[in-house]
């Protein structure tokens, strides 16, 4: 498969990283006309996270999608896939920051250490932001194989992310366990890949 390359660069690609701007807007929007129910500011982080968890698993599946319908072009939407990753989580965090624990810092250091779904969250959190402070071309080329090797990490921190999910939730796990099922689907894919060479 591959999309004809004007197309690719000036209408695909731009108009994903339009698509994948909505949800913020949304929420952004929503937020200030109030129109997000009763408790907008829950409604917030949470939509937050889904973006931030879905997209992440969208990145994760742009080399199978190389491999499987051999479109090579998916390679070059990842990065972009990535930063908008950290985007969403960064907002994640920055609405729990804000609208859960008001900036209070003693509050907020408790609660990492009291609450697990939190303390998993941050470490994830802390795990994304080296893979997008060096997820330049120029960081590329200096980290040569190392930056192979960082950003692997990735794989942890979606089951970290997902995990996350799990500890969160009280009653019903239907979401998590369709965000684990995508995820075993897609690092299985991988690991059966590197079994059979
Ligand atoms: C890679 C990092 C993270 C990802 C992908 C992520 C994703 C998610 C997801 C998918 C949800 C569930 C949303 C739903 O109910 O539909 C969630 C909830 C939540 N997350 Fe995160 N999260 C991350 C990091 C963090 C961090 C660092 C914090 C705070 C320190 C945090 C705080 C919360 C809170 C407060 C909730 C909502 C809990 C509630 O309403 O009871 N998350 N997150």
Redesign the pocket.
């Known amino acids: 498969m591959k999309i004809a390359e004007p197309y690719f660069t000036r209408v695909f690609k731009p108009l994903l990283f339009v698509l994948l701007l909505v949800p913020a807007l949304y929420y952004g929007w929503g937020l200030w006309q109030d129109e997000l129910g009763a408790n907008p500011l829950?409604a917030v982080?949470?939509g937050l996270?889904?973006w931030?968890?879905r997209i992440?698993l969208l990145t994760l599946l742009m080399s199978p999608l190389r491999r499987l319908i051999n479109w090579a072009q998916a390679l070059r939407l990842r990065r972009m896939l990535g930063l908008y990753a950290y985007f969403y989580?960064v907002l994640?965090?920055l609405g729990?920051l804000w609208f859960?624990q008001f900036f209070d810092w003693e509050e907020i250091w408790f609660?990492?250490l009291e609450r697990p779904?939190?303390t998993i969250?941050?470490v994830?959190?802390v795990l994304?932001t080296p893979l997008a402070l060096t997820s330049t071309k120029g960081m590329i080329r200096r980290l040569g194989k190392n930056w192979k090797r960082l950003h692997s990490l990735v794989y942890l921190?979606s089951i970290?992310?997902v995990i996350?999910?799990w500890w969160?939730?009280k009653l019903d796990i239907t979401?998590p366990a369709i965000?684990s099922l995508i995820l075993a689907v897609l690092l299985g894919e991988r690991l059966f890949r590197k079994l059979k060479i």
Request: no cysteine.
């Open positions: 829950e982080i949470r996270g889904d931030a968890l992440l989580v994640h965090l729990y859960d609660d990492i779904f939190i969250g941050m994830a959190v994304l921190i970290l992310a996350h999910f969160m939730v979401e965000y």
